[in-house]
C-alpha cells in the first residue's frame, strides 16, 4: 500500500468517523425534542398518561383538526 493510499483511507475514515458523529448528535437531539414534546403533551393533557400510544393517537386525531 503506497502512502497516497494510506492517506485517502485514512481521509475516507476521518470522514466515516465525522458521519458517524453528526448520526449520534442528530438521534440525541430528536430524542430530547421527543421527551421534551411528551411531557408538555402530559402537562396540558394529563389524561394521556394512561392511554396506549394508539389510543392516544385515536385521540388525538379526534381533537386536532386535519390538514390535507
Avoid at 19 to 26: C, G, I, L, N, P
Avoid at 39 to 56: C, D, F, G, H, N
Wanted: hydrophobic share 35%; proline share 4%; net charge positive.
Amino acid at each position: 500500500m503506497t502512502d497516497t493510499e494510506k492517506k485517502l483511507l485514512q481521509a475516507q475514515h476521518r470522514l466515516e468517523e465525522a458521519q458517524a458523529r453528526d448520526r449520534v448528535k442528530e438521534r440525541k437531539a430528536r430524542t430530547r425534542r421527543l421527551i421534551q414534546e411528551g411531557a408538555i403533551l402530559e402537562k396540558v393533557l394529563p389524561e394521556v398518561r394512561t392511554m396506549e400510544p394508539s389510543a392516544l393517537e385515536d385521540y388525538l386525531m379526534q381533537k386536532l383538526p386535519q390538514h390535507d
